[in-house]
């Protein structure tokens, strides 16, 4: 069975940073395309970054500069260290896995990945 779990969410003010974990317990995730996703309030759920089996990576538009997308193929696990935080990166923060080697394919469309962790919160204050 495949199980995400995120941790490292929290509360910071404008300008600070977090890193964000997924870590993929029982479940080996090299052949897998990952990505981070975010869903504030009200609005729908958004691609952040992508990473693909080979390392390459993909940002969304708004977070480029600020966050980094990671992974650690021997520990199974997941990143996002974010820089530069903005009120507007307030959101439930989401890491997602889809079963291919390159993201190209499932990109920033959330119904795309199969599984999903439960979420963890960011809250930015100005």
């Known amino acids: 069975q495949v199980q995400l779990v995120e941790s490292g969410g929290g509360s910071v003010q404008a300008g600070g940073s977090l890193r964000l974990s997924c870590e993929t317990p029982?479940?080996?995730?090299?052949?897998?395309?990952m990505a981070w996703f975010r869903q504030a309030p009200g609005k729908e759920r958004e691609g952040v970054a992508t990473?693909?089996?080979?390392?390459?990576?993909t940002y969304t538009d708004s977070v480029k500069g600020r966050f980094t997308i990671s992974r650690d193929n021997t520990k199974n696990i997941l990143y996002l260290q974010m820089s530069s935080l903005k009120p507007e990166d307030t959101a439930m923060y989401y890491c997602?896995?889809?079963?291919?080697?390159?993201?190209?394919?499932?990109?920033?469309?959330?119904?795309?990945?199969?599984?999903w962790g439960q979420g963890t919160q960011v809250t930015v204050s100005s």
């Open positions: 997602a896995a889809d079963a291919q080697w390159y993201c190209v394919v499932a990109g920033f469309v959330a119904s795309n990945y199969k599984y």
């Open positions: 029982g479940f080996t995730y090299t052949d897998y395309c």
């Open positions: 990473i693909d089996e080979d390392r390459k990576t």
